[in-house]
């Protein structure tokens, strides 16, 4: 019973911040596999499931909003699917260590390259609020 | 891209300048190309690591196709919805689905998918986003050592 609470607070911050658009999925496999003990294939079989229901709901509104841009969904789609099937097959028989392992790398490396490229647009955009500053200190 | 496509390509006869249409051509296919790698990849990672292709659709529509940050939100779960269902249902078929962690954490994400949807729009979250990535980085770290 506690176990089933855990689990759905867990749950609750990690679809919060994937409501948010910051990749929930990307915080809730590690929270439920260092926090819970859940095995690794376990926790991005649940994550998968999880977002489709979602991610149904919210493709849906988007789409009455006219926000998806279709062609270009199927460019990435068709190759995609493909190699996201051999993987899937691939990240289920491997051990569950290696692949916790594999996921912590991919995890800083999207931290680290995260950080910067927010950093790089916050820089961007002080500069561009700068020359505004002068442009409109000398139009005065 | 279609835009694209229809004003240089398709009265490519009549054009005064074909080196343009060329250089278009050119600029279009390789654009394809890059668009079909970016699947491949993002694929590959998206079933490897039962998510996270979110976080590499969005940068790669920007930059290749320099959508806004908006539509290119809304288009990544085009392509992740789809990518999810099918390696949802081959990781279901293995096994690795276990209803008593599924059912409680899947419930708390729905309910917190809809909440932070709305928190959203009156959230200004460069703050967050830091902290988040901070977190990230920090639990990369654990699950490695």
Known sequence: MSEGWLYFAIGLTGGILGGMG???????????TIFMNVEQVTAQAVNLIAFVPMALVTLIIHIKNKLVDFPSVWYLLLPSLITTVITSFYAVDIKSEILKKCFGIFLVIIAVAMFVSEGYKFFKN????????NLTNIKL | MKKVYTDYIGNGNCCY?????????????????VLVFAGLFIGAVNGFFGGGGGMLV???LTVILSLEEKKAHAT?????????LVSGIVYCLKGAFDFKVGG???LGIIIGGIAGALLLKNLSNNFLKLIFYGIMFAAGVKMIL
């Open chain 1, 22 to 32: 910051m990749g929930g999925g990307t915080l809730f496999i590690p929270l439920i």
């Open chain 2, 76 to 84: 990544a779960i085009a392509v992740i919805l789809p990518l999810c």
């Open chain 2, 17 to 33: 300048f074909p080196e343009l249409v060329k250089t278009n051509r050119a600029k279009i296919l390789k654009k394809f190309f």
């Open chain 2, 104 to 106: 409680p954490s899947t």
């Open chain 1, 126 to 133: 002080r500069k561009g609020r700068k020359a505004n500053k």
């Open chain 2, 58 to 60: 969005v940068p790669a």
